[in-house]
């Protein structure tokens, strides 16, 4: 939450900081390009412009917020306006792989198949699904300073998805990913990545202006496998939850992107503890919780502090896990499908966009509130199935709130 204070007096800066002190989350007085600490009385008298700031306060918790804003207009502290009080700045905030997907289209006459080049990496998937729906996104990442690099920022750019988190590197290739897609849609996947720039991004590269202002925080498992990515990851994820933000988490298993199974189990599974909504598929139930049937691996996973679990099923919808214990819903009938990459991410994208819209701690998110999400979620990515691409293919509100009401 951001508040627009009025400081002026050394009175108003002891209630300023006696109030900062007693709220149990990082809170920051800005001005400008300078940042201080709100709970320290030297620190806010260290400001230049001491008439007024903006109050960073790292929650967006409903009844925090209250709490904190009646303790600052019983002061009177809020300066009078109509936008002195704003939510984290970003709904969502994803993080890791930006990267192309060469899908295949067709064969030529000459027997050489044919290959379209189309915008992906589940992270920056996810963040467009999110946008299009309504959402204020931003994506952290990396891609090279290339032609391909280009492209995709641009793309991000043209959905509205807020890109001074994403950095474009001459030294490293934007990775490339080679999509076969079979008659059924499914997808086998082939990557050039020896390394790739999203591999090789650093911690001191992650704009903390953006992580520190988000409500929701996404990241996927491609950025575990390799450093310096890895330890960005680990870095990003603790700063944003220590800042108030909720840990999403989408792991995508690919083969050829670790040395064994073993290895990536490890490190796929390294990142739960920090996790409060959690989406997997079917097909990665056993390696990550050792469990296959879907209903005794959500439930693992919720008993490692995962506050919500969501496994997907393809057509058949999805299986969800919260406080008020496991549930199915079922997904929605497709015309036909055209293309099964991205349908994960759109669903997910979806679910974060009603949990980030809903006025509700996830600790109060009952189940019916979670069926809702997953239905939503659900049509998302039955129309997103129906074209072929993944960020191309992301339907806005209006698509899927048809769908929803058929």
Known sequence: MIVKVILGTMQNARKLVSIAESIPYDVELCYGRYVVNAKSMLGVLSMPEFDEGELHIHTDNEKECEKILFQLLDQNLIVDTGDAVKRS????TTFGEILID???QDINEDGQMLYARNPGGAPANGAVAASRLGAHTAFIGKAGKDMHGKF???VLEKENVDTKGMLLDENYFT????VEVSETGERTFSFARKPGADTKIQKEEVDVDVLDHTHIFHVGSLSLTDQPARDTTFYAV???KNKGSVISYDPNYRASLWPDEKTAKKHMRSLVPYVDLMKISDEETELLTDHKDVREAAEALYSQGVKVVAVTLGGEGAYLYGKDGGCMVPGFAVKQIAD????????????LYKVSTA?????????EDLKEFARFGNAVASLCVEKKGAIPAMPELAQVERRIAK
């Open 152 to 154: 995709l920022k641009s």
């Open 102 to 104: 060469f899908t295949s």
């Open 89 to 92: 700045i970003y709904d969502i």
């Open 340 to 351: 099964t990459n991205g349908a994960g991410d759109s669903f997910w994208g979806g679910f």
């Open 238 to 240: 603790k700063r944003a």
């Open 359 to 367: 006025e509700k701690h996830l600790d109060e998110l009952t189940q």
């Open 175 to 178: 990775t490339l990913a080679f």
